[in-house]
């Protein structure tokens, strides 16, 4: 991977002309002596990978043999941003090896021609002259990551806007630690109650806040290790798209799949990212030497924060929306960059992967139940500038459990009525009794559609349960008395008890 943003250390030293296919025979030996992975080899190029290790998701050795000169370079490949040295250490076992095996292999006996007699005096660490060219990152190269360069353009402008969010909401007094949930919707956190009621844009918004430091922190950091790898890799107008695409469609899942959360975060769109480079390494369109330490911690990674996403506070569906997408993206892309000449499909490609994602979301955004669409509000002065999440939902769950106790008083009359007239006892039980108890049900399943928090609907789905029990005591009473039986008697008895078990739990 051809990328000038990862560590890399490389070093240069001449060697007569004649000397070249000598030099190619010892770092060939040197490479399999090592047990690196040999992957593209020929007079003058010699490619390799290294082991994977604890400390070393594996690196790249590029060996060129010139005329009369070697350049050998080491290169992370994995997610190490700094190398902590082990690029030199890499150069310098693999000199190491080749002065050993110089030392072991009679020149006579190998098969080349027209060796200089002076090539059996060679000694690579005290004659030849080597120069370093580019020694391992430090702590000062590390901060190139925030620099916007022509092939690395949007991932630093990415990193700095999550960044700057982060500090305005900061000054204007949200938490740092565990922000005010009224502050997170103030600046844009995805709310299904707002977005669905005309708040649209809080699809993009809540990509550039955070929930807290430690929620910055961990998503720059994956940002900033796909952002090194792909962005150079696709090209900045196929990166961007991608973003902002799969960064979409994973708040449109989000708000799909949560009723009643502040959802926010740049994680939707980075797993939106791992999914593109996911497929790219399936095709032919990466290294063979490096896709298979890349695809192990790619998949690694990807594996655990699905692992972990399942936990309680977690957008999973935000993850797991952006990774699908990316993947699928990734696919479309590589059909591009295999036909880069044709500028025009590559343009049409980015924008059909724009207009799908976006219409999709919103087709998806419109098959969610949004009860709020229908009501309207008047403003109380006394909340009007609380922006907490739910408000309009409990304003419309309380004047519906108004509805609910006036329809349940009307319904339990049947058992306050008194007549000697069995037509007008069982009209009173089909007609009227049953007529409420039945609005009542249609209240509850619509509360079930609310965005409201767990322990409400718990309750509503108790009350529902206390509904569906009195249409069926009403049912067995109207048979009761029309076919002048016993034969429900037991029944009757026992969904007695039953609702008295759920008004005491409800009373609780």
Not at 307 to 313: A, F, H, Q, W
């Amino acid at each position: 991977m051809n990328n000038k943003l990862l560590p890399e250390y490389t070093i240069e030293f001449e060697y007569s002309i004649d000397a070249k296919p000598y030099f190619h025979m010892l770092f060939s030996k040197a490479i399999l002596d090592l047990n690196w992975s040999i992957g593209e080899i020929n007079i003058n190029n010699i490619r390799a990978t290294t082991t994977m290790s604890l400390s070393s998701w594996s690196e790249q050795i590029d060996i060129k043999l010139l005329d009369n000169k070697a350049v050998v370079s080491s290169k992370c490949i994995g997610n190490q941003i700094l190398d902590w040295g082990k690029n030199k250490q890499n150069i310098e076992l693999l000199l190491q090896k080749v002065e050993f095996l110089r030392t072991e292999i009679n020149v006579n006996s190998v098969n080349t021609e027209n060796f200089n007699d002076d090539v059996d005096e060679i000694q690579i660490e005290r004659n030849l002259k080597i120069n370093s060219l580019k020694k391992e990152k430090t702590f000062k190269d590390f901060f190139a990551i925030f620099i916007p360069t022509k092939d690395y353009l949007f991932t630093p402008i990415l990193i700095i806007v999550n960044i700057l969010f982060f500090v305005i909401m900061a000054f204007d007094g949200t938490n740092i630690i565990e922000p005010q949930g009224e502050k997170l919707i103030l600046w844009g956190a995805n709310v299904r109650e707002l977005t669905l009621n005309g708040e649209w844009w809080r699809l993009i918004s809540c990509m550039f806040m955070h929930i807290g430091i430690l929620h910055l922190l961990m998503n720059l950091y994956a940002l900033i290790f796909i952002g090194v790898l792909l962005e150079p890799l696709i090209g900045k107008n196929r990166f961007i798209v991608a973003y902002l695409t799969t960064g979409f469609i994973a708040s449109t899942a989000s708000l799909y799949w949560n009723t009643f959360a502040i959802s926010a975060g740049a994680s939707g769109a980075i797993f939106g990212l791992f999914g593109v480079f996911l497929a790219l390494l399936t095709t032919t369109h990466i290294e063979k030497s490096v896709k298979k330490p890349m695809l192990i911690y790619i998949s690694i990674y990807v594996g655990i924060n699905l692992i972990n996403g399942l936990k309680d506070g977690i957008d999973a569906a935000a993850h797991l929306g952006g990774l699908i997408s990316g993947v699928i993206i990734g696919y479309v892309y590589y059909y591009g960059m295999i036909n880069k000449e044709n500028r025009d499909l590559n343009y049409w490609i980015l924008g059909i992967v724009t207009f799908l994602g976006v219409s999709t979301s919103f087709l998806v955004i419109e098959s969610i139940p949004n009860p709020l669409k229908y009501y309207q509000f008047e403003e109380d002065e006394s909340i009007s500038t609380d922006n907490s999440t739910g408000l309009k939902y409990f304003k419309l769950y309380e004047s519906k459990m108004i509805d609910f106790e006036a329809n349940e008083s009307m319904a339990m009359d049947v058992f306050n009525y008194h007549s000697n007239d069995k037509e007008a006892y069982l009209y009173q039980l089909k007609d009227r009794s049953l007529y409420f108890w039945k609005e009542n049900l249609n209240i509850v399943r619509e509360i079930e559609k609310y965005s409201l928090p767990k322990e409400i609907l718990d309750r509503n789905n108790m009350i529902k349960k206390y509904v569906i029990l009195r249409i069926k005591q009403n049912d067995m009473l109207y048979n009761t008395l029309n076919l002048e039986t016993d034969r429900y008697q037991k029944d009757l008895i026992e969904i007695g008890q039953e609702i008295d078990n759920i008004i005491s739990l409800l009373q609780q």
